[in-house]
């Protein structure tokens, strides 16, 4: 069917930088926004980062000036650049796309597994 696969999660010391990518595959004929949540121990997960079909992008007030969505239309993936990390980004990164399934025949939210970044101090 449809699957979302997140790489690029580690272990970075407060100051530092990580990429993480998202990859959609399957039964995909269209993907409008894509997005990147985040869930920290013991709190609700949260919208960091969305970009829309055209390009369109919002960000978290937590992460503007340091994070940059983006992503790729022909290789149906999502990235985040996340500069100038701090130990209070520490979470699970979950990367969600609105995808339309050609063989379900409608459209949906999917999520990835999530992918862990650890901040140190």
């Known amino acids: 069917q449809v699957q979302l696969v997140e790489s690029g999660g580690g272990l970075v010391q407060a100051g530092g930088s990580l990429r993480l990518s998202c990859a959609a595959s399957?039964?995909?004929?269209?993907?409008?926004?894509m997005a990147w949540y985040r869930q920290a121990p013991g709190k609700q997960r949260e919208l960091v980062a969305v970009?829309?079909?055209?390009?369109?992008?919002n960000y978290a007030d937590s992460v503007k000036g340091r994070f940059t969505i983006s992503r790729d239309n022909a290789k149906n993936t999502v990235y985040l650049q996340m500069n100038s990390l701090k130990p209070e980004d520490t979470a699970v990164y979950y990367c969600?796309?609105?995808?339309?399934?050609?063989?379900?025949?409608?459209?949906?939210?999917?999520w990835g597994q999530g992918t862990l970044v650890t901040v140190s101090s």
């Open positions: 970009i829309t079909s055209g390009g369109s992008t």
């Open positions: 969600s796309a609105r995808i339309y399934n050609l063989v379900l025949g409608d459209e949906d939210d999917y």
């Open positions: 399957g039964t995909i004929l269209s993907i409008n926004r």
